[in-house]
């Protein structure tokens, strides 16, 4: 009867681990790690999380937008992931996302918006990537230009740049 028990535990412990490992199995990062997003997510790489390089988040699908923005002089073209393609990659499944910077600044995106809107997680400006002295590595580009409507306030402050982390909750 013991041992049965202890069968039936250790094969349980097996079937666990194996289960952890077939969901948290994305690639390791390599190069350092410029992204981390965390939360309500299915697809990991180490412990619940996803560490991204740089390499990493240019083997997802790649956008270009053309647009101006307050910061910038004219149109600039920026080139990175698309927030419904990041969240779809990572199998994520909830309503908001908490945007955080390497200043510790943060700023609130509803999933629902990165469906109807084409906002994009920018490594890339003019072709060259973005220092963190020029807003990067990573940054919240809204497509200004395409819509006008999104030249608010609002929108501005969700612009975010050096981002580092994202929770998605
Ligand atoms: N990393 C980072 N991104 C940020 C901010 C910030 O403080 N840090 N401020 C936000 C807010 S509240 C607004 S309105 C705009 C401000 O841009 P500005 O400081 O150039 O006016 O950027 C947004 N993105
Ligand atoms: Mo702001």
């Known amino acids: 009867m013991k041992t049965l028990l202890m069968a039936a535990m250790m094969l349980f412990q097996f079937a666990w681990a ?5 969901i948290c199995s994305l690639p390791q990062p390599t190069g350092n790690v410029i992204l981390t997003v965390e939360g309500q997510i299915r697809k990991c790489n180490s412990g619940l999380e996803t560490r991204f390089d740089m390499a990493m988040l240019e083997a997802l699908p ?13 149109v600039v073209t920026y080139e990175g992931v698309l927030f419904r393609d990041l969240l779809h990659y990572l199998e994520a499944n909830g309503t ?3 945007i955080t910077a390497l200043n510790d600044f943060r700023a609130s995106l509803d999933v629902a918006d990165t469906r109807t809107i084409d906002i994009v997680l920018a490594y890339k400006r003019n072709g060259e ?10 940054f919240v580009v809204f497509p200004f230009t395409d819509n006008p409507a999104l030249s608010v306030e609002y929108r501005f402050a969700q612009s975010v740049w050096q981002v580092a982390r994202i929770t998605v909750k």
Not at 63 to 69: S, W
């Open 18 to 22: 194996g289960t952890a490992f077939a």
């Open 62 to 74: 790649k956008t270009q937008v053309k647009t101006q923005n307050p910061w910038e002089q004219g």
């Open 96 to 98: 908001v996302l908490s």
């Open 129 to 138: 990537y973005m220092p963190v002295r020029e807003k990067g590595p990573l």
